[in-house]
């Protein structure tokens, strides 16, 4: 049923516009859905994706542009004109022309806002740039349907059919006092089953769920999948209607945020993907490496402090490794649980609650682990003090590695800083340093050197 | 606007409760929206829920059950008899009730499909039953408003009136044939805009997007998201128009794929969150670390080889926790980028040109940490040989982890494992012991013991 893109298609279609061939390229692409084309155009180089871009009409092409790959949008954006762009964004909802002009610089918007004929679109436009790209008004579009509590069901149906015209779904109609205040809505459903004549002061649903332009776009995430909303109104600082943010918005903002925390959990500091160019790549990786070799640095040094230590009980060094990573892995989970209970918004309980938890989960891990690693190391060595200050070591790396992993995020939160930023890298590289520590400390005291 | 849970309110709940004073719990909870009856009975004790779902009416109830938190959903339902679940399911949509019996033992879920009194919803509900969870089939809901082609639009309308009773949104009005085979969609904004007495055939849109019973969660959340659809219908084998996927259940497994992946990455081996039991916590944790613990002892057991090499070289044993900490976090970058390329359907390009890309990567990452580290090791200890083994195995483990971290997830796709199970711990670990053997091994041809 979807299209299906193929290297043959492409290959086809590059030969076409190689031959400058309008009519057939345009023949080939004409019921191709915009997502496909975007696909598409993802798969040519600049200049013939700006082919496509002048050949179709800017309904289509407009609607393609949202959908690009970033890389090659901004490419794509580069090459046209001002005009050009004006006429894109022309057709484009207000929120999608505005995270266009949100990207560009101050002086080239200007020149666009200048080409664009739609005052009231432009009006519009230019309205949703001042807000922050994540809060309520930043997600925002301004195209909704919304009628007067004082019409008649009636009088509202002609009304509607206009603003529907520039709606691509409607989702709810909203209603409003002469002072454009939300005052609740209408739904589609009982549009269809009540009778014309009613007012619509006597139909319309009072409550109504809706954020301020100020709302962050995680607590407009949050309420919308809390509540199954599939459109959200957005009221002013006067609970004037100004907007509304729709539920495909929200996905992609979901999508993102989960790529971007899954991201900063493996060591990569900036939203790249598996095509971008190796140096792009090696900007998002080279600095988490950096600090991984500093904190391999660190844990040199702090092993070279032991090194008459090592002179005696070689064997101990061996470990070191097992304890580093061991100490990496528990902070890794017990951060990681942190930071989705904070990004759930579900964590329960005072943080001392919290890390009392995390100690007795800890504990009881690192009993397991110890008594395993126990039982290794004194049946294959037969050293029993060496044993017992390998094992306790890890008993005590564990839990400290675990308060750490708790600790870092909460703490990174309460500061306003992005939780995710602590798991990954960060934790590990901490954590080896401070369980390699640990760990020689222990021994020296339990062997007694 | 939202309804702010407080302690306060809690306490007050359960004072109530305690009393038994049925008519005040029943009027502070009475216009409370069901996600935040839910959030409330996740905050009570079984006794107090189960008081709570009785008080109720069940229209309320059936929709906070599927909001609970899993386990407190569980306790619940194993107080509550067959005959007050089947009460229940008949008011849930037939996805939600289907969700509910799935999670039952198949003696329970009969009890409560024979005491069930909605004839037509029941067949609705077991035929949902017999599809794969991860499915379009498993993700679908029977509820759904449908015309036949050989309608007219005011012979419709009444019709679909008595269909939405049923349907909470009503998304698009889907057309069949006499055959119930799908033919397309008559949107709503159509139906504001045309004439009554138009014929459904000439005005409905031919072209609907549509997935098959069999279609997997994965792909239909990708196709929903890439054509921004808020519904979708499902066809069975023949073509028939058995029920529909919306937006909100694609939301929530949106979010549940995210958070198991980010999981996996970070050593979870199960669906567990913050405030899940130590016990499960543990079940959910203790893999992995094991899992670390005999790669520590890997690592160890390799070392042990070398040590007539330590004996000369001490300074190498030093680094072992930074080569084995560098090809982990190389390791974790390189499968998380692979394995979020996957999943976003957008990995292009042949498998040995992925792994040439992430050597050259890698050996801009290796050549510029080897570099850095062999400037610090040549100018702290002032061993040339010794400088020149540790930076370049450096280098080389970092190319190493790199085509690991690459080809792993890639293996486990084309194999059907879900290629998130790659990163984390994982990988951390095997390249942990790679990294190793490959330092030893070099470091000795190097400096040539």
Redesign the interface.
């Known amino acids: 049923?979807?299209f299906q893109l193929t290297d043959d298609f492409i290959e086809n279609l590059q030969h076409l516009i190689e031959q400058n061939d309008a009519e057939q390229v345009k023949s080939i692409l004409e019921?191709v859905?915009f997502?496909d084309i975007a696909e598409i155009i993802d798969?040519l180089n600049l200049e013939e994706a700006i082919f496509i871009i002048k050949l179709l009409d800017s309904e289509t092409t407009s609607e393609a542009l949202m959908?690009l790959?970033e890389d090659q949008r901004d490419r794509v954006l580069g090459a046209l004109s001002p005009q050009e762009i004006a006429d894109e964004l022309e057709e484009m909802d207000t929120d999608d022309a505005a995270d266009i002009l949100n990207d560009l610089s101050d002086e080239r918007a200007q020149e666009i806002i200048s080409a664009m004929a739609d005052e009231e679109h432009v009006e519009n436009i230019v309205d949703l740039l001042r807000y922050d790209e994540n809060s309520a008004g930043g997600l925002m579009a301004k195209e909704l349907v919304k009628v007067n509590e004082n019409w008649t069901v009636t009088g509202c149906?002609s009304e509607?059919?206009a603003q529907?015209?520039n709606v691509t779904?409607?989702h709810s109609i909203y209603v409003v006092d002469n002072n454009q205040k939300l005052k609740g809505r209408l739904s589609?459903?009982d549009l269809?089953?009540s009778a014309e004549n009613t007012p619509i002061k006597e139909v319309y649903i009072p409550?109504v769920?809706?954020?301020t332009v100020n709302t962050s776009g995680e607590e407009v995430a949050r309420?919308?999948?809390?509540?199954?909303l599939?459109a959200i109104p957005v009221v002013d600082e006067l609970d004037r209607l100004v907007g509304r943010v729709t539920?495909?918005d929200?996905?992609?903002f979901?999508?993102e945020e989960?790529?971007k925390?899954?991201?900063l959990?493996?060591?990569?500091s900036q939203d790249?993907?598996?095509?971008d160019s190796?140096w792009e790549?090696?900007r998002a990786?080279?600095p988490?490496?950096?600090l991984?070799?500093f904190?391999?640095?660190g844990?040199?040094f702090i092993?070279?402090l032991f090194?008459p230590l090592?002179a005696q009980h070689?064997i101990l060094?061996?470990?070191?490794?097992?304890?580093?990573?061991?100490a990496?892995?528990?902070g890794?989970?017990s951060?990681?649980?942190?930071v989705?209970?904070i990004a759930?918004d579900?964590?329960?309980g005072s943080i001392s609650n919290?890390l009392i938890?995390e100690v007795?989960?800890a504990m009881?891990?690192g009993l397991?682990?110890g008594i395993?690693?126990f039982a290794?190391t004194y049946f294959s060595k037969g050293d029993l003090l060496v044993s017992v200050a390998i094992s306790t070591a890890l008993f005590v790396v564990?839990i400290v590695a675990g308060l750490i992993g708790t600790s870092v995020p909460i703490i990174l939160h309460k500061r306003g800083i992005d939780p995710a930023l602590a798991?990954?890298?960060f934790i590990?590289?901490s954590n080896?340093i401070c369980g390699?520590l640990i760990y020689f400390m222990l021994a020296k005291a339990i062997i007694g050197i």
Chains 1, 2 share one sequence.
């Open positions: 049923m979807q019921d859905h997502a798969d959908e790959d149906v509607m059919r529907a015209e779904r409607v589609l459903k269809l089953t409550k769920d809706y954020v309420i919308m999948r809390k509540y199954d599939e539920i495909d929200i996905v992609d979901i999508t989960a790529e925390d899954y991201q959990a493996s060591g990569i790249v993907e598996a095509n190796i790549l090696t990786r080279l988490w490496l950096v991984g070799l904190g391999g640095i844990a040199a092993m070279g090194e090592m070689a060094f061996l470990f070191t490794p097992l304890i580093a990573a061991m990496g892995n528990v890794v989970q951060s990681a649980i942190i989705q209970g759930n579900d964590l329960k919290r938890k007795l989960l009881l891990n397991i682990l395993l690693l290794y564990i798991t990954g890298p590990t590289t080896d390699i």
